[in-house]
């Protein structure tokens, strides 16, 4: 746990700075941005993009449960005519940020999104998703990312 998190049974997290816990809120705040602009490329099928935002040991599992390196996770979503239309966040839900160390972080969230296939029918769906990135030379950047598909149960 980041020692700036406040939690009472960790005397450590119950003494942090000022200072720090603003830089915990800054890294916090570069890591939504981050994950933002990995949004963004995704829905501009911008690869250039995507490959600027994820280490080059990335490795991302889609919504059907397929393991990508981070080569074939870019081909995957910059098909032309097929993918994400659009991504947001769930109604509802706040992404949860922990950070490691000021070097690490990992993301929970949930997104809204609607996806076209092949044939161009689009379909919506929630998406649950755990992204784990890590800072280098003052960047985030991704190295792993997980989407599972939210099945909502009738109440």
């Known amino acids: 746990m980041n020692k700036t998190t406040r939690n009472p049974a960790n005397p450590v997290a119950a003494r942090a700075s000022p200072a720090d816990a603003r830089a915990a809120a800054h890294d916090r705040q570069a890591v939504l ?4 602009a990995l ?3 995704l829905l501009s099928k911008d690869a250039r993009e995507l490959l600027s935002l994820l280490e080059a040991d990335f490795v991302g599992v889609v919504p059907a449960g397929i393991a990508l390196s981070r080569s074939a996770y870019v081909v995957f979503h910059t098909r032309p005519g097929e993918g994400l239309q659009a991504i947001e966040p769930a109604a509802a839900e706040e992404p949860t940020v922990r950070m490691f160390n000021g ?3 990992v993301v929970h969230r949930r997104v809204s999104v609607r996806r076209a296939d092949s044939s161009g029918r689009s379909e919506d769906f929630d998406v649950q998703r755990t992204e784990v990135l890590r800072r280098a030379a003052g960047r985030w950047r991704l190295v792993a990312g997980q989407g599972t598909r939210v099945v909502l149960q009738p109440r």
């Open 103 to 105: 070097r690490l972080a």
């Open 33 to 36: 941005e981050t994950l933002a």
């Open 39 to 41: 949004d963004a490329a």
